[in-house]
């Protein structure tokens, strides 16, 4: 393979920042289309020319983008390469990222080639966030204990972490109780801009992660987004991102917020907006005066939340603002004069405030900052915008609605159920909209000092004025950093949040992402035996059903502040402006408005309290560890050691059998159907994260093994075992089969029309070597970037998935699994088709495939129809040829 020079290295040019040289392309001499770019393309385009090897970079490509006023509507998009600075991992997905990695070392010694060729390229960051569950709550050890048992049940996956840190080149490992991913991100990891290893050359800081909240990244400047696990791994191996050149949606921010509103008001806002608006598969670049308004922690809550929104990123250029956040959390002065120096070269340092030289964009939409009211989102998504001042009668609208994102279906007779139960020997009732988790956490909003101090100082005037919260409410405080803990102590707010339950209970994602830890048994019970709508209220940004906790049917997404009023109140079927939250001691009626912070007073404490010393000390001693990692003694080598009997790490069967040469194309005829699902189906549902169901079909095998059901874990924390991945695939309890008559990880084995376990389905199927598909509505895939959601379906036998429409990063896990994402065409459904889900389905694909093209699918009842081959780009046609993409990254290594 023979490589040429870089065709653009005649553009390079000198910086002299203090005393040191530096080169950076100069990209403004490709012509006068460059100052016209929006940021974020330019940020593409600097990648390109940096990365140009007329081979995964060409020349054209560095056309194509730099044309991309012209290309980025064109019909069927254009491909482009785009080359990541660094890669970031959390744990759930970073063991199976590592598990892999050490899996196709033994893969490429076995095929006779070097195994420590399968090394990171570029920088990867792997912070270890998701493993801490809120086990107890309310109480001052609630954090020691909570961390102690994470330690207990994840020995093994931190100790195997700890042996990836030292066998791979270029892998930081964070150790658990730093804090979160995406906030360590935002207060540390994030350089800018990098310079060279080899060479002084500066190019902008670039990142994808293994989480679909990578983006909020971008609030910093840095352009990211999430990518599947497998795509992140390639990356890691020097392979470039192949993506269509994106729409830019400019998004222009004027006004001011008002005094009582929050940043989570307006990201909700935003993202209902957007989502409305459409811009699945665009970036979105936020530009305008009332950008300038905003705190970089502000513009990083919203650029947290593009998930929610659809978009691959919400993109907000650097600007001075930006490099004082950068002095704020104790970056050096000689890397943030070095970072001003090249954006300013480079005409990618924005002034918020002037509107001279805009940009072009795809589309302009804007949002006046003064329209934002106080909000929350849910019941099931979070795009799903309420007002506060109308959520009593939204939620009451819930409860009759027929069942869907917006309604329960209770029955008129069942309205006004109430439920009495016992707790520490004391008798409560609920009732519908009873709150039962409320819990301040995720990097969304934890990140954020106005929204934190908000809710110090909202618990500080609750207190005072006699307020409490129900004891039997789990109360939780997860912050994102050590950081957040400094300055809600050094405010002297920390004590009034723990006398209303909000005790610090460990620093990672926690109640977000559905490690909530139980709740009361004689709770569960009432619950359940009265088909009560009991709710979580969190300062997350998921609230899919079924992931929070299997009993909390309503959840909603609140700033922290909105967190505890609700907690407070013990309900969200609650008008804050016409009824109290409680009464004072002398009787007298407390009102949310009576106890809620201005911006002004937040605004103060935060100046007063947020300073560089507190981020110096925190990261100063962030890889360290606490004394249980450091008494983790990992093995050494750089093959791993795998052992037959652990039922956390386990070597992966991706690559048994595997030769050098491409395996034979394989016909899919005689398909059966292993689920027929609807709209909306979420990784969550695909393979969820959560707890192990004593019942299901991965808790009998960890039975098998000797464990007892307190042992189980979670499936997230297990990621490191296909044998327990598999079985939990499509194991979610919420999860609605078309097959089956109510919800459940059911499905119906079709030649016999028995009811079985998923997995034990697939089982049957697979002995007799039958295909199987996946039948879907629109959005399928949507929610975390899970690289499980592709291997599980993978491991039980499905080939493809027909759907009306895929989340991105999800078709791309597919790809990179082997498995065809097939998409119905426009205005076609399973339903408009007559299908039932029971037929046989012949796949017939083209000996030469090529991007989108259509191809026919029969079946044996003589429905036949065409689909579209989703396939995107041809490097997902050459990923499918090689059974994967990690098989092709193989294959490349011992060619």
């Not at 040019?13 to 289309?33: C, P, R």
């Not at 892998?171 to 290893?197: C, D, W």
Request: aromatic letters at 8%.
């Amino acid at each position: 393979m023979c490589f040429v020079a870089n065709p653009f290295d005649k553009h390079l040019k000198s910086l002299t920042v203090g005393s040191k040289e530096f080169h950076y392309y100069n990209l403004s001499a490709l012509g006068s289309k460059y100052d016209k770019l929006p940021y974020s393309i330019r940020v593409l385009l600097e990648s390109a020319v940096r990365n140009c090897d007329n081979f995964q970079v060409k020349e054209q490509d560095v056309q194509n983008i730099l044309n991309w006023e012209q290309n980025q509507s064109v019909e069927g998009g254009i491909e482009v390469p785009f080359k990541p600075a660094r890669v970031i991992l959390q744990d759930f997905t970073g063991v199976p990222a590592v598990v892999d990695f050490a899996a196709m070392r033994d893969a490429v010694k076995e095929l006779g080639g070097d195994p420590e060729k399968i090394n990171p390229n570029c920088p990867a960051d792997l912070v270890i966030d998701h493993s801490v569950q809120v086990d107890f709550a309310r109480s001052s050890n609630a954090l020691k204990k909570n961390e102690d048992l994470e330690f207990e049940r994840n020995q093994e996956r931190f100790t195997f972490l700890k042996w990836g840190a030292k066998a791979f080149d270029n892998m930081l490992i964070v150790p658990p109780g730093s804090g979160i991913v995406h906030q360590v991100n935002l207060e540390y990891l994030a350089r800018v801009v990098f310079t060279g290893k080899d060479k002084p050359i500066l190019y902008p800081d670039t990142v994808v992660g293994t989480d679909s909240h990578t983006t909020m990244i971008n609030g910093l400047g840095v352009l990211g987004w999430g990518v599947g696990g497998i795509e992140a791994e390639a990356v890691m191996l020097g392979q470039s991102i192949s993506m269509l050149l994106p729409q830019v949606v400019g998004y222009r921010l004027h006004g001011s917020l008002g005094q009582y509103v929050t940043s989570t008001d307006l990201v909700l806002t935003i993202t209902k907006h957007l989502r409305q608006l459409g811009v699945v598969g665009k970036f979105v670049e936020f530009y305008g005066p009332g950008v300038a308004a905003l705190s970089i922690a502000d513009r990083a809550t919203i650029a947290n939340m593009c998930p929610e929104y659809g978009a691959t990123v919400g993109f907000f250029p650097v600007d001075e603002h930006s490099l004082n956040y950068l002095r704020q959390t104790s970056r050096s002065e000689e890397q943030i004069k070095l970072i001003e120096a090249y954006l300013k070269a480079t005409n990618q340092l924005r002034n918020y405030t002037s509107e001279e030289n805009e940009p072009i964009f795809s589309q302009s939409v804007s949002l006046d900052l003064s329209t934002v009211v106080s909000s929350v989102s849910g019941p099931k998504r979070p795009n799903d915008r309420v007002s506060v001042s109308e959520m009593k009668a939204d939620f009451q609208a819930c409860l009759s609605n027929k069942i869907g994102f917006k309604g329960f279906g209770i029955t008129e007779n069942k309205m006004n159920t109430q439920a009495k139960f016992m707790f520490n020997s004391v008798q409560y009732t609920i009732k519908h909209g009873s709150v039962i988790i409320a819990a301040i956490t995720s990097c969304t909003n934890t990140s954020n000092p106005s929204v934190m101090l908000g809710a110090g100082l909202l618990a500080k005037n609750a207190v005072a004025a006699g307020l409490t919260v129900a004891p039997y409410i789990k109360t939780s405080l997860s912050p994102g950093s050590g950081v957040v803990t400094y300055y809600l102590q050094e405010s002297k707010v920390i004590d009034a949040l723990t006398q209303l339950g909000f005790d610090i209970v460990g620093y990672g994602c926690m109640t977000c992402i559905g490690n909530s830890g139980g709740i009361d048994e004689n709770i569960v019970n009432a619950i359940e035996q009265n088909d009560l709508v009991c709710c979580g209220v969190l300062s997350g940004n998921r609230n899919f059903e079924g992931r929070i906790h299997p009993n909390t049917r309503a959840n909603y997404l609140a700033s922290p502040l909105l967190v505890i009023a609700y907690a407070i109140a013990g309900t969200v079927d609650i008008d804050f402006e016409r009824e109290p939250l409680g009464k004072r001691p002398d009787g007298k009626p407390v009102f949310l408005r009576d106890i809620w912070p201005t911006r002004k007073e937040i605004q103060v404490v935060e100046q007063q309290h947020v300073i560089p010393a507190m981020f110096q000390q925190v990261y100063s001693r962030i890889q360290l560890g606490s004394s249980s990692w450091q008494a983790l003694n990992a093995p050494s080598g750089k093959l791993y050691p795998w052992s037959e009997s652990s039922t956390y790490i386990k070597k992966p069967p991706f690559f048994d059998g595997m030769t050098k040469d491409l395996p034979p194309s394989v016909r899919i005829s005689g398909a059966r159907v292993l689920l027929f699902l609807g709209d909306s189906v979420t990784t969550d549902h695909i393979s969820p994260a959560g707890s192990i169901g004593r019942n299901s079909p991965a808790a009998r095998y960890l039975a098998q093994n000797g464990l007892t059901p307190r042992e189980f874990n979670s499936y997230g924390s297990r990621r490191g075992n296909d044998a327990v991945m598999a079985r939990g695939t499509f194991a979610n309890i919420r999860i609605v089969n078309k097959f089956m008559s109510k919800a459940g990880p059911k499905t119906l084995y079709l030649p016999t029309n028995e009811e079985m376990d998923v997995f034990d389905c697939a089982e049957r199927y697979k002995a007799s070597q039958t295909p199987l598909i996946i039948i879907a509505g629109k959005d399928y895939g949507s929610g975390s970037s899970r690289d499980w959601a592709a291997k599980g379906p993978y491991l039980l036998g499905v080939r493809a998935v027909i759907a009306e429409s895929f989340e991105r990063i999800h078709r791309s896990n597919l790809v990179g699994m082997g498995i065809i994402p097939l998409q119905f065409l426009p205005n076609e459904t399973a339903e408009t088709l007559g299908l039932t889900g029971k037929e046989d389905y012949t796949i017939e694909l083209p000996n030469e495939m090529k991007p989108g093209q259509h191809i026919k699918i029969s079946t044996n009842a003589g429905k036949d129809f065409n689909v579209i081959l989703r396939f995107d780009t041809e490097v997902d046609l050459l990923f499918y040829k090689h059974g994967g993409i990690l098989n092709y990254m193989i294959r490349k290594i011992v060619a």
